[in-house]
């Protein structure tokens, strides 16, 4: 008899000495006996041999069509034995030991197409790739890929960065974003954030194409708002430590988002429970700054829940001080009916309170005359009180369907203050304003994903319709150091959206080939009861259609390239109180976006490229600052972006992106006009540690070019700026963590938001056209604790 290698394990090192045991010419041959214990004491000495006998390694990696990894599958191994079963970590990857037999792999998973593959004795069992395919995208529902796999229809943030950041005030979050969004504050930290992507200023979400947000199917963006439409003021009651997974829409190429939705769309998805029973964060830094953050997450059998506290306090860098107060008040209750049915319950309620000290000009800075986190009038600031009562319905099917129900009830408050011209109008009383916003907010969303096979192949089926209602106050007051002395616009507005889509997407040869197309139908109703001026009254309607066309294409399972074609038409809606005033404008504009690109996913690397045309219509834009409206013709801009990630170890992971408009303008001028009020490129990075003896962090930098104010006089321009933030955290023992993190770490002098008009400093003063800005952070330190008790 004679015992020798194995031919299926892998071959022997070199160095490796083979041993030949019984028969032939062996030191050992001629004892049968002795020949049998020398081999049972190797085998049990030697790990490296017993595994060569008793045992085989299989192991690979879990891949979709188009190469994505796809992390948080069950693996199992069966065999003769008994079984094994692995779950794949963040890199889709899975290992597990069995016995030298034949093996049955099933692949399974939430909404995942079960697989399975048959190894026998004969065949390689390590470094496998297993493609699945999903029955209904990741994007439909909370299962989310977080491996850094790039898409360039969409971006995906999964909840890392948001639970070990430190973060102060709401705009902070929208930092971490990235994907070409470029984003400043007006008034220093409290107001809603000025948006500006793809060469297009959006103002605060809802011009210009609009970039939609949503929290849980809640829009953020308030129509017919008291400063601006689309404003997103509503995000002040969101609390970072909740955030469980963000999708970032890169346009307007799926069916189920509307208003609001033309240059992209940002969804921001919350927890249903969190990891421990309790949680407590402490934090505090420069500027006078405090935060703490309270949650209580009980473990229910039949459930999910917690309840979370937030307070945040900050003075920030200002000669006047910021005087910043925001309170949350989060809650979740998810009662699960059985394994494939859940109805649940949301609580958000909110209140904030600052003042601020507004955009100040630039030239008066330069001349030493004002500091740069001075102030022209210290009275500037609001405040705001939100809350949301939201409830849920959630049903899964056999075949793999998932029917959602969701509704919501808002009411929110707003009183803004600002002095934008100083004393260019009233030079007695000065040109403060109050603009006060009073509504309630309802609204419905159904959808129905159906996964079925259509001439084999496999197809998914999206339809679904949204009911969303405001009912309004709206009122522009002039006043002084805070009070009101006179009424220049008071208006009751009642604004309803009516929207049903379908979306048909199927799978073709073997997966390689997905086709997409869907259909929304969006109406409008308009209705205003002008307080002052009755002629401004009325009701008008409208209706639109949007079409989306997105293609996929993956030439070979053995190249790690996919080409991608995405079409979609966006649409945002106007101001009532522009829309009714002036009945023959638009009441819709709509933006054509077209996308071409290409992805690359290898295991530790991927590379995202595209090109991109926006055209937009022409737009009818209501001026809540004085009530004027402004008239905007059709434009178009187009450019290229470029993402990549890379995995430099399991720790150490580097991702990075840039987006260049090379061109924005408005069609049709001559000579041409130029789109102003944003940057043409716009760039980010970040070096993140994961994991490694207890330490967990990142080092991310954000870039934005300088760019145009005037539309038509190049040389009236914004600065740019190049900011870096570091954040650290370490596990100090398993239930308390150490953060630390330092803002503009190398404190670079910059600003947030620029911009071009006349104004008048002090009564008597010329009047003078400058650019007036807010002043971005100086660097900052903040470090805190945090604490976790009673693990699920």
């Not at 809640?218 to 404003?231: A, D, E, L």
Request: hydrophobic share 35%; aromatic share 10%; with cysteine.
């Amino acid at each position: 008899m004679m015992v020798t290698e194995d031919p299926t394990l892998p071959a022997p090192s070199p160095k490796r000495r083979v041993l030949a045991i019984g028969g032939g010419n062996g030191p050992l041959g001629s004892c049968p006996v002795l020949a049998g214990l020398v081999l049972v004491l190797l085998m049990t000495a030697s790990p490296v041999w017993a595994q060569t006998v008793s045992s085989r390694v299989v192991s690979g990696v879990i891949v979709t069509p188009k190469n994505e990894l796809i992390p948080g599958v069950t693996v199992t191994a069966r065999c003769a034995s008994g079984e094994q079963t692995a779950i794949t970590d963040a890199e889709g990857r899975f290992q597990v030991t069995v016995p030298p037999e034949p093996v049955q792999l099933r692949v399974e998973g939430k909404y995942i197409v079960p697989h399975e593959r048959l190894i026998g004795m004969s065949e390689v069992s390590e470094n496998l790739e297993l493609q699945i395919e999903f029955r209904i995208p990741p994007v439909h529902e909370s299962m989310v890929i977080v491996a850094p796999q790039l898409d360039p229809s969409i971006n995906r943030r999964n909840d890392a960065v948001y639970k070990n950041t430190l973060f102060l005030r709401d705009d902070q979050v929208f930092q971490t974003l990235d994907a070409g969004i470029n984003a400043g504050q007006h008034e220093g930290g409290g107001k809603s954030l000025e948006i500006r992507r793809f060469g297009f200023n959006l103002d605060h979400g809802g011009v210009s194409g609009g970039l939609k947000v949503l929290v849980d199917d809640v829009q953020q963006n308030q129509s017919t708002q008291g400063h601006g439409q689309g404003y997103l003021g509503q995000l002040k009651s969101l609390t970072p430590e909740l955030v469980h997974d963000v999708d970032i829409l890169n346009g307007p190429f799926r069916a189920e988002y509307g208003d609001f939705s033309g240059l992209g769309v940002v969804h921001i998805r919350l927890r249903e429970s969190l990891a421990e029973q309790f949680m407590a964060r402490i934090q505090g830094g420069s500027f006078g700054t405090i935060r703490t953050f309270l949650a209580y997450s009980p473990h229910l059998r039949k459930g999910d829940a917690f309840i979370a506290y937030e307070r945040s306090r900050t003075d920030g860098p200002f000669v006047s001080p910021l005087r910043y107060k925001r309170d949350n008040v989060t809650g979740n209750l998810t009662w699960h009916l059985d394994e494939h049915e859940s109805i649940g319950f949301r609580l958000n309620a909110s209140r904030n309170d600052f003042f601020s000290s507004g955009q100040i000009p630039l030239d008066e800075v330069a001349a030493g005359r004002l500091d740069r986190f001075g102030s022209i009038d210290p009275e500037n600031g609001g405040r705001v009180r939100t809350t949301t009562l939201g409830t849920y319905y959630r049903k899964e099917f056999g075949s793999g369907g998932l029917f959602k129900l969701d509704g919501f009830f808002t009411r929110s408050l707003l009183d803004l203050y600002s002095n934008f011209t100083f004393f260019l109008v009233d030079e007695v009383n000065g040109d403060g304003i109050q603009q006060h916003d009073s509504r309630n907010q309802e609204g419905i969303n159904a959808q129905l994903i159906h996964p079925f096979q259509f001439l084999g192949q496999h197809a998914v089926l999206t339809a679904g319709g949204n009911f969303h209602d405001n009912h309004i106050l709206v009122g522009l007051y002039n006043s002084v150091a805070r009070n009101p002395i006179a009424t220049s616009t008071k208006a009751r507005a009642h604004v309803s959206n009516l929207a049903g889509y379908l979306q048909q997407g199927i799978d073709l040869i073997h997966g390689h080939l997905h086709v997409d197309a869907g259909l929304r139908y969006d109406w409008f109703r308009f209705d205003v009861d002008d307080k002052l001026v009755p002629s401004f009254s009325g009701v008008q309607s409208h209706s639109q259609l949007q079409p989306k066309f997105n293609v996929a294409y993956s030439p070979s399972d053995r190249l790690p390239l996919t080409f991608y074609f995405n079409y979609g038409r966006g649409i945002s809606s106007q101001d009532a109180r522009g829309v009714v005033r002036e009945p023959g404008g638009p009441k819709i504009s709509t933006t054509d976006f077209y996308q071409v690109g290409t992805s690359h996913n290898f295991s530790r690397f991927s590379l995202s490229t595209d090109v991109f045309l926006i055209d937009r219509s022409h737009e009818q834009v209501y001026i809540p600052d004085d009530g004027s409206l402004e008239f905007k013709g059709p434009s178009r801009a187009y450019g290229f972006e470029v993402k990549s990630s890379l995995r430099i170890t399991r720790q150490l992971s580097f991702n990075g992106g840039i987006t260049k408009v090379t061109n924005a303008y408005y069609r049709g001028t001559r000579p041409r006009v130029y789109v102003d009020r944003a940057p043409h490129v716009v760039a980010n990075t970040a070096l993140t540690l994961t994991g490694w003896r207890g330490f967990t962090g990142s080092l991310r930098y954000r870039h934005a070019s300088n760019y145009r104010l005037d539309g038509e006089d190049p040389g009236i321009r914004a600065s740019g700026h190049d900011v870096l933030d570091l954040s650290l955290t370490k596990r100090i023992r398993p239930w308390i963590d150490f953060n630390f993190a330092i803002d503009n770490l190398t404190d670079k002098t910059y600003y947030e938001t620029q911009n071009y008009f006349e104004s008048r400093l002090r009564p008597g003063d010329p009047v003078v056209s400058r650019i007036h800005g807010t002043p971005g952070y100086p660097i900052g330190v903040t470090a805190g604790l945090t604490f976790h008790f009673l693990g699920k």
